[in-house]
């Protein structure tokens, strides 16, 4: 008998091809995006930070932040991804990690185009866990400019394949995985940073507007008490520290970028990020002050580094 629509088709799935998707972007998403992750919010003068909102002494151009990568993937994925053979409730997805590799900084406008494609699919029981992989290529030159994978964990999706050997597809290698062991010793640097209770609401407008970050009858059927921080919105919050911090606010230095989300932030916490250095690689991690809770953890890989650090 041939499966129904509902029904784990492991075969459908992977044969599948995702649409080529298009996204074009100019200076002023550029610098609507570095304010939605904080940029200039605790000091509108700050000289490491006007740069990404404002042309700085005349600079030609609004400089992009290399997290802005991770916008160019979204806009196809937001309302969530029709995959055959494979049945989730959108409403209860969570983003459970993301990783971005840059391959040329990014100008401050451009049109490009997405290939994407299914990066990984793991039945975790109580969740599935999904990996879309977006490679993004200037139009007009062809240059490839960056990857995304975005993770995200599908709560209550899992249990859909044998459960004496769970369903688990990656097309990646091993060494980009994204659990990273916190260093014991005390960190090189550490910035706090307040969000603010609109910090959300701003966010979204740079085009993930999924009403689990605004809409507090959302947010409850969703299993929260209130409307929920972009966990990309966190990420730029814990990479701008680092380049601030670390690359001494140098944001061409980003290579290679990964977290994991481990816990929810609300919108007007206060995020701490703890930052070791490992050779090029800045290991961090981001807890929310007021609970003292680890909420973000992942790496950094550098292009070079001053020898004053
Ligand atoms: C296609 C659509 C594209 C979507 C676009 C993006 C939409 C954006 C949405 C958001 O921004 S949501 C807000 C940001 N995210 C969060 O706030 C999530 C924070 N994290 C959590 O709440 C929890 O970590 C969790 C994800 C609910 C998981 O916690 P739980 O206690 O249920 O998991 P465990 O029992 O510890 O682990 C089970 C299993 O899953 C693996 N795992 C755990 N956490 C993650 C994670 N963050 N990412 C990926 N995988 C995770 C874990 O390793 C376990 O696997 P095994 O070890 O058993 O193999």
Not at 152 to 161: E, H, K, M, N, P
Not at 220 to 231: D, T
Not at 286 to 297: C, F, P, Q
Request: with cysteine; proline share 6%; hydrophobic share 35%.
């Amino acid at each position: 008998m041939a499966p129904t629509d509902s029904e784990f088709n492991p075969d459908l799935l992977l044969a599948h091809k995702l649409p080529e998707t298009r996204f074009t972007y100019n200076e002023r998403d550029v610098a609507i995006y570095a304010l939605g992750i904080g940029a200039c919010d605790q000091d509108a003068i700050d000289s490491d930070e006007l740069k990404y909102v404002y042309h700085k002494n005349g600079q030609d151009f609004i400089q992009a932040l290399p997290t802005f990568a991770s916008l160019i993937s979204l806009g196809s994925l937001t309302k969530g991804l029709d995959l055959p053979g494979f049945k989730y409730d959108p409403s209860l997805l969570l983003h459970g990690q993301h990783y971005i590799e840059i391959y040329r900084p990014f100008p401050s406008k451009a049109s490009l185009i997405n290939k994407v494609s299914l990066a990984g699919l793991q039945d975790k029981g109580k969740a599935a866990i999904l990996e879309i992989e977006t490679r993004s290529y200037e139009q007009g030159s062809g240059e490839l400019l960056c990857m995304n994978r975005t993770t995200v964990f599908l709560r209550g999706a899992g249990g859909f394949s044998n459960s004496s050997q769970p369903f688990s597809y990656k097309n990646y290698p091993s060494n980009q995985g994204l659990a990273v062991k916190i260093p014991q010793r005390q960190p090189l640097t550490v910035c706090e940073e307040r969000t603010q209770q609109s910090q959300a609401l701003l966010y979204r407008l740079s085009g993930d507007y999924n009403p689990l970050h605004s809409d507090p009858e959302v947010a409850k059927l969703a299993g929260f008490p209130r409307p929920i921080l972009h966990g990309l919105c966190t990420l730029g919050f814990a990479i701008k520290a680092i380049i601030k911090c670390v690359c001494k606010g140098d944001p061409t230095a980003v290579k290679t970028i990964s977290g994991r989300f481990l816990a929810t932030v609300f919108p007007g916490e206060t995020l701490i990020t703890e930052m070791w250095l490992e050779g090029l690689r800045v290991i961090y991690q981001t807890k929310v002050k007021e609970r003292n809770k680890a909420v973000l953890s992942g790496y950094v890989n550098i292009r070079g580094l001053s020898s004053s650090l």
